[in-house]
């Protein structure tokens, strides 16, 4: 399997972690006018457990915007291979191997994108068990069964997360790969033609 | 088509053509008309004059009648200004016709006329109204009338009448001044500035402006400047309060203040500082015109008196003052012969921007032609030019920070004006270097970059390298720089460095310019870019002293973004790089990587423990076979410890085993999972963990380690195991403490007759001064079964003197068994000599044995209370066996056998009421008790029995087997260990499996869970009975039946039990009380 297919297939796996199990949202949630039956108390715990949710949200956008910051160094990479293509041999096989680089880190980061993703669903998936363990502790909520629900949602969430993380694991392995790659070929480069400055200092 | 356009286009023009001759024509005003006019209104007046002299004539003796006096002489003498008017008319007329100037002189007879006649109006009234209320005014109309006829003298004599008459009248001041105007003019300067100090003298009133105005001047013509210099001063300030123009003595409106101020300036050019002339001026000239008036006249005074500083800072000042482009010119060049005369160049800034005002007011100059414009802005160029280069080249001399700034700011206002001039270039180097030199680095960084782009060669080089390092001193002061100057900076050196090293790229200074160029992206936080390029700088420049530097800001990079791996793989590479750095440096190096693979284990740790995530298998796998690797994998199994993650705890656990044998954290690693091991109910994992463990330990913990696999193995049945570890645990020091778990060990060897093994285990722990009253009961026990007496009654003794009361009975039971042997053997004497002294002996042994087996069952250990009395009824029915069946000599006569065969047999036959007597007493003790065992079970039926109490009857199917499909079983229990369900499943598993040790055991740990569980309270009965011991059975079957009186499976093996140790009735009761009296015997919980 070539790279960019590894790679390829890297997201994909991810992909399907996000949508393992039928859709990417939560099954089970408890309505905002049924927690305000709740005591004062209560309340403040569950908004409590909100929080963890906001935390995870500035995360994916975090992630975002490393993916964005990435993209902007993929148009230098393929500048650089255009003008590296000019010359030819080594200096293009330098350019090249830069690009991988940069095309791998996109990769791993939509990947972490996914993963802060199911990070965000795994922390409503908490909050929403937060807010029936409220509820069943108030007796609002019903049945055990009910609050059994929460507890298998929340569970199955973080065991995609755990999933998730294996692949992240694995990405981040390809990464240091191509790095290793690109700094190889950078110095089979210098050492042919002496040029320390194209493809490094002169961007 | 074409005719219609033809004529349309031709009326037009037609109409264009007539058009200004319809218009109506302007009306030209003539001279004429102002005479017209001029003699319309001497007619109007003339019929004023008439109808005042009617009401005159009708107003005799009317109050009214002074005013109308009053009237008609002010008719008289508007009637004479319009009669000098028309003079004036004509008179200009015929100057016109003769083509020469008008003369000022005028001359009209009706003029003088009317004004005689005004004046006699005037007097007339006086005389008819001496006490009329505007005397004053009248007598100042006559005075100033008689003045305008040339009456000098009578005027002097009016207004003195004036002056002496109405002392407190504002006309006495006009007259005042009025006088002293006229002897001014006549140049009769004591007279004048008498009456000039007269009005003076007086209250503060609107002519004492005018007044100082005047008295000034008559100093002035004195040559007393100060005096003069003074009063101008005071006129300034007078007129300033008063506002407004004034009126001379001649009825001229005058502005007083401006005329104040310009004439002050001939004294003040001489008798004050010019340096605070701007701040003088300014403070007293109320507006612009009167300011810039009196500025152009200071500045012409000093421009003459060639007082250059003084010239250029007032010239300069006009300037500023946006004077009209025409007086720009002139101001210009004088500000710039003043600065190059005075060579007045420390103010050059000032001077360029003033200079340069006149270049640009130069398109405004319309007097100038196009040409006279270009040369007049080229002579600028010039001069501005000039006055800024010659302002660096004395602020280089001084070195003065003020001067260079303001050398600066020079050809900064050149360089807007002129920034295309050729040579402007020139200009923006100098303003680079003056940058340079004041610290300001960001502007001339720029600065060379610029005029970088229009050099070549060395100096080219010369200007790019010195803007980096602008750039780069600029950055070093980052107090100085907002946050956009210092995003420029950055930007701007690596522009500057990256164009350095493509037009330079084997230059020796590239190296400084790489590593400034990593380093703006370093301190800007980019490290993503900082990184490689600083990587770059130390693969390059390896050897030199900068390349440590760079090394440590890529560990300093990494550091900051929290990414450890990256650290720990480039401080790696760092110190396997030959010849980057010295020793200490790598020493530093290996600390850092250390320090990171520390935090990187402790932030993936942490990680773990909460629950976001963490690899630390991950970072195990990838630093597999270091300290890192095996670091991470003893922190994974911490976490999974924290978790209880049983499964993971031994999956890594094994890893760390087999991968790091040697790590000085396995011992501990080892007793957690055998801990863990236990905790889910395996028991035989966990006994192996134990002993891994012991194996990497010494001295007290080995021993501690071995002690508890030990109990293990023994609490399964794995004598073998348990007897090894248990001498390890010996040989490593274990102490009193192990006698315990040595009982457990050598119970098991007893129980399997192993008596050698047994003993060997004594021995060991003989030596290890391991000793209590059951180890020896077991040492005396072991050595009677295997035939060494001597030992046997030596240790039993031992034993029948301790503490433990079960070891204290069973050693004196076994005593006892010791002593009947010997009775047994003791026979009695053929020969009737010696017959009376067996007899004898063995009645005294029987007596021995009696008073052993009455002391052990003294000892009030049930079990061995009922064996000994058992064994009691056993010995008097010996005794009394030996007593009847004693054969007597035949040499004894048959009388004498008689008798004593009557002897024998009353013995024989107490012996055996003593022998039934002891089984009642066994009976009863049984009954009381409930014991379970051979003994009682004889008891119960009055029989004797010979079985060893001390041998268990162990079930024959006994097995060590592992039941099959307990894997998930186990792994519920791992994660839920507590579940009594899943744990009762576990052990009746075992039952099933026969391994009635290893049930045992689960039974008994899962009633640390729940003490009152009635199923795993039959197990452990069931286990118990397989395992030779029914009284715990009995116990355990009890215990359930209390706490689940419904509990079938008890009651039926209670039941069972008692049934099988002769308790018939109370089995049969207990059978009754079953609900369901079939139950099978194939459930493993049932006996």
Redo the contacts between chains.
């Keep these: 399997m070539s790279a960019p297919q590894h790679a390829h297939h890297l997201f994909c796996l991810a992909l399907l972690t996000l949508c393992g199990c039928g859709t990417g949202s939560l099954s089970h949630t408890i309505d905002a006018d049924k927690l305000s039956e709740a005591s004062r108390q209560g309340q403040i715990v569950a908004f409590d457990a909100e929080n963890a949710v906001v935390v995870a949200l500035n995360q994916l956008d975090a992630a975002r915007e490393a993916l964005s910051e990435l993209s902007v160094q993929k148009r230098r990479a393929e500048r650089r291979l255009r003008r590296a293509r000019k010359k030819g041999g080594e200096r293009e096989q330098v350019a090249r191997a830069y690009e991988r680089y940069i095309e791998a880190r996109i990769e791993l980061q939509q990947t972490n994108i996914i993963g802060r993703k199911l990070g965000v669903l795994s922390a409503r998936a908490n909050a929403e068990l937060a807010k029936a363990l409220v509820l069943a502790r108030e007796g609002l909520l019903g049945s055990r069964a009910e609050l059994r629900k929460f507890r298998d949602q929340a569970r199955e969430w973080s065991r995609r997360l755990r999933r998730h993380r294996k692949i992240v694991s694995k990405g981040q392995a390809r990464v240091e790969k191509h790095e290793r790659r690109y700094w190889k070929a950078r110095a089979r480069y210098v050492s042919a033609s002496g040029d320390h400055n194209n493809e490094m200092w002169l961007d | 088509m074409r005719q219609p356009i033809v004529r349309t286009c031709a009326l037009a023009l037609l109409l264009a053509l007539v058009a200004p001759g319809c218009a109506t024509r302007g009306r030209k005003i003539l001279v004429d008309d102002n005479i017209a006019r001029l003699k319309r209104d001497i007619e109007k007046v003339q019929f004023a004059v008439g109808s005042t002299k009617r009401l005159m004539a009708r107003a005799r003796g009317k109050q009214y009648l002074a005013g109308l006096y009053y009237r008609l002489a002010e008719l008289y003498i508007e009637q004479a200004r319009y009669f000098y008017l028309i003079a004036l008319e004509r008179q200009k007329l015929a100057a016109k016709k003769k083509g020469v100037p008008a003369s000022s002189a005028v001359v009209s007879v009706q003029t003088r006329m009317l004004k005689n006649l005004a004046i006699s109006t005037f007097k007339r009234l006086l005389a008819l109204f001496p006490d009329y209320e505007d005397a004053p005014k009248v007598r100042f109309f006559i005075g100033h009338e008689l003045r305008e006829l040339g009456d000098y003298e009578k005027m002097i004599s009016t207004y003195e009448e004036l002056i002496e008459k109405h002392p407190g009248s504002n006309y006495r001041l006009e007259a005042l001044l009025v006088l002293g105007d006229h002897f001014f003019d006549k140049a009769n300067l004591d007279a004048a500035e008498r009456y000039y100090a007269r009005v003076l003298t007086g209250k503060e009133s609107h002519v004492h402006a005018m007044a100082r105005y005047k008295l000034a001047w008559c100093k002035l013509n004195r040559g007393d400047c100060a005096g003069a210099l003074k009063l101008f001063e005071a006129a300034v300030d007078a007129a300033t309060r008063l506002g407004g123009t004034s009126t001379d003595s001649q009825g001229k409106q005058i502005n007083l203040q401006r005329e104040a101020l310009v004439d002050l300036v001939y004294c003040y050019t001489d008798k004050r500082k010019w340096e605070n002339s701007i701040q003088y001026f300014r403070a007293r000239g109320q507006s612009k015109p009167i300011y810039l008036a009196a500025l152009r006249k200071l500045a012409n005074r000093y421009y003459i008196k060639q007082k250059w500083p003084a010239s250029a800072l007032i010239h300069r000042e006009l300037l500023r003052l946006e004077p009209s482009a025409e007086d720009a010119v002139e101001y210009g060049e004088r500000l710039y012969d003043s600065l190059v005369k005075g060579k007045l160049f420390t103010n050059a800034d000032s001077d360029v921007l003033a200079l340069l005002t006149v270049v640009r007011l130069l398109p405004q100059n319309l007097a100038l032609s196009s040409s006279d414009r270009k040369k007049i802005g080229a002579a600028y160029e010039k001069y501005t030019r000039f006055l800024a280069t010659q302002a660096h080249e004395q602020a280089n001399r001084s070195r003065e920070r003020d001067e260079l700034l303001r050398a600066a700011a020079a050809y900064r206002a050149y360089l807007r004006a002129f920034g295309d001039h050729e040579k402007a270039d020139l200009i923006r180097g100098n303003l680079a270097e003056v940058n340079y030199a004041t610290g300001k680095y960001l502007d001339a960084a720029a600065g060379y970059e610029a005029i970088s782009r229009r050099q070549k060669g060395k100096e080219r080089e010369d200007s790019i390298y010195t803007a980096v390092v602008a750039y780069d001193k600029a950055l070093r002061s980052p107090k100085d720089l907002s946050r956009l100057d210092t995003v420029l900076a950055r930007s701007g050196l690596r522009r500057a460095g ?1 164009r350095y ?2 037009l330079f ?1 084997r230059a020796a200074k ?1 190296k400084e310019i ?1 590593f400034n ?1 990593a380093r703006t992206f370093f301190d800007a936080g980019d490290f ?1 870019e900082a990184i ?2 600083l ?2 700088f130390v ?2 420049f390896t050897q030199q002293r900068d390349a440590t530097v760079a090394a440590h800001l890529v560990l300093d990079a990494y550091r900051t973004m929290d990414d450890f ?1 990256g650290l720990i ?1 480039a401080g790696k590479a760092f110190g396997k790089t030959r010849g980057l750095g010295d020793a200490t440096f790598r020493s530093e190096v290996a600390a850092i990587v250390k320090g990171a693979e520390n935090q990187l284990l402790s932030s993936e740790t942490i990680k773990a423990g909460t ?1 976001r ?1 963490g ?1 630390l298998e ?1 970072i195990a796998r ?1 630093y597999k076979g270091t300290a890192l690797g095996g670091a991470a994998l003893v922190n994974a199994f911490v976490a999974a410890d924290n978790a209880r993650d049983a499964p993971k705890m031994f999956s890594i656990g094994e890893q760390i085993i087999e991968n790091y044998p040697a790590n000085k954290e396995a011992p501990k690693i080892l007793s957690a999972m055998a801990k863990i091991a236990m905790d889910t109910f395996q028991f035989e994992r966990g006994a192996k963990y134990l002993e891994q463990s012991g194996k990497r330990q010494r001295g007290a913990d080995a021993a501690t380690v071995y002690l508890a696999a030990a109990e293990v193995r023994a609490g399964l049945g794995q004598r073998d195991r348990a007897r090894r570890d248990l001498a390890q645990a010996l040989a490593a020091g274990a102490g009193a403490n192990a006698a315990d778990t040595a009982v457990k060990v050598v119970e098991l060897d007893l129980d399997a007759r192993d008596w050698n093994a047994a003993q060997q285990t004594l021995g060991r722990l003989a030596t290890a001064g391991v000793s209590n009253g059951t180890l020896d009961y077991f040492a005396g026990y072991a050595a009677l079964r295997s035939g060494d007496l001597a030992q046997a009654a030596s240790k039993l003794q031992s034993a029948a003197a301790s503490g433990d009361k079960t070891a204290r009975a069973a050693a004196q039971y076994y005593l006892a068994e010791a002593s009947f042997s010997a009775f047994q053997q003791q026979g009695l004497a053929t020969d009737l000599a010696q017959l009376g002294a067996s007899l004898q002996r063995k009645l005294g042994l029987m007596e021995q044995v009696k008073a052993q087996f009455a002391k052990a069952a003294s000892v009030g250990d049930a079990t061995w209370t009922v064996a000994a009395l058992n064994r009691l009824s056993v010995v008097a029915g010996e005794g009394a066996r030996s007593l009847e069946e004693a054969q007597l000599p035949g040499s004894v006569p048959p009388a004498v056998q008689q008798q004593i065969r009557t002897a024998l047999n009353r013995s024989a036959g107490q012996m055996r009421s003593e022998a039934k007597e002891a089984l009642k007493q066994c009976v009863k003790v049984v009954r009381k008790l409930q014991v379970m065992s051979a003994a009682a079970k004889a008891c119960l039926k009055s029989k004797t029995t010979d079985v060893d109490p001390q041998k268990r009857k162990l079930a024959k199917d006994l097995s060590s087997d592992t039941p099959p499909d307990v894997a998930d079983l186990r792994k519920q229990l791992a994660k839920n260990p507590g579940r009594v369900d899943l744990i009762t499943r576990l052990a009746r598993a075992y039952l099933a499996v026969k391994n009635a040790h290893a049930a045992r055991v689960v039974a008994s740990k899962g009633l640390e869970n729940k003490p009152n569980s009635a199923k795993l309270l039959n197990i452990l009965g069931v286990a118990s009975a397989m395992l030779g011991d029914p009284q715990a059975a009995l116990e355990n079957f009890s215990k359930a039946l209390t706490s689940e009186p419904n509990y079938d499976f008890a009651r039926a093996n209670k039941a069972r039990v008692l049934k099988r140790y002769g308790y018939k009735k109370e089995a049969a009761a207990e059978r009754k009380r079953l609900s369901n009296p079939s139950i099978s015997r194939d459930e493993p919980e049932v006996l």
Excluded: F, V
Aim: aromatic share 0%; hydrophobic share 30%.
């Design positions: 990256r090293l493509r790229p590239g790489k160029i993503e490689p390029l990587k770059a693969e390059e791996r793989a629950g995530g690899d991950a990838k």
